[in-house]
């Protein structure tokens, strides 16, 4: 039986590289992966990777109403068998699109692999990726701090340069930004950049 998986990390984790080259993969041996990403990443309709010259069309850009076990339920019946599902910026696809594609695995027999954060620069869950975690296989994508220690939390930096404050009134999680504006940081250097402001008791 398919399964589905997680793949996350923090930034600069390798995750869209790491789905270009599955696709690559399944391509190679005349296989038919099908990529998807979240129509809130409106910078392109590819995935992008950081790795240079990494980049590919996605196969179906989601609105979050989308029904995705609908969707690859029809594209599976069209142009081929679909090999592998590779969902890009997975966090961004709402709890309802994990479900589907829990379905996907499970009725469609069809291995689902998304690649994601854990966690927002505020060190909460997304809402898809909470979801992720509850119904997926977890592989953790290895990242280092620039300590060299490993990282598990991402800061976010304003156009200032500076890390944005850990505030427990702040709540809007939607900010995509290039690889300049995040940076994967060691729980040590999380608190003492990005605060412990969500941490301490007020
Ligand atoms: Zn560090």
Redesign the pocket.
């Known amino acids: 039986m398919a399964k589905l998986y997680y793949r996350y990390g923090p930034m600069g984790s390798g995750k869209s590289a790491q789905l270009l080259i599955v696709a690559h993969n399944y391509r190679d041996i005349g296989r038919r992966p099908f990529i998807i990403k979240p129509a809130t990443d409106t910078r392109s309709t590819a995935v992008d990777s950081r790795v240079e010259f990494l980049s590919k069309e996605a196969d179906l850009v989601a609105g979050s109403d989308l029904d995705l076990f609908a969707a690859v339920a029809s594209a599976h019946g069209k142009g081929g068998p679909i090999a592998c599902v590779l969902v890009d910026e997975a966090q961004f696809i709402t709890p309802q699109q994990v479900n589907d594609l829990f379905l996907v695995a499970v009725r469609l027999d069809i291995p689902v692999i998304g690649y994601g954060l854990r966690t927002d620069y505020q060190a909460e869950l997304f809402p898809g990726s909470a979801r992720w975690l509850a119904l997926a296989q977890l592989e953790e994508l290895k990242m280092v701090?620039?300590?060299n220690?490993k990282?598990t939390l991402t800061g976010r930096r304003g156009p200032d340069g500076q890390f944005i404050k850990s505030d427990p009134s702040e709540s809007d999680q939607v900010v995509i930004g290039g690889s300049e504006s995040y940076e994967a940081?060691?729980p040590?250097?999380y608190l003492e950049w990005v605060g412990d402001g969500r941490f301490v008791r007020s």
């Open positions: 701090c620039r300590c220690r990282a940081l060691c040590t250097h």
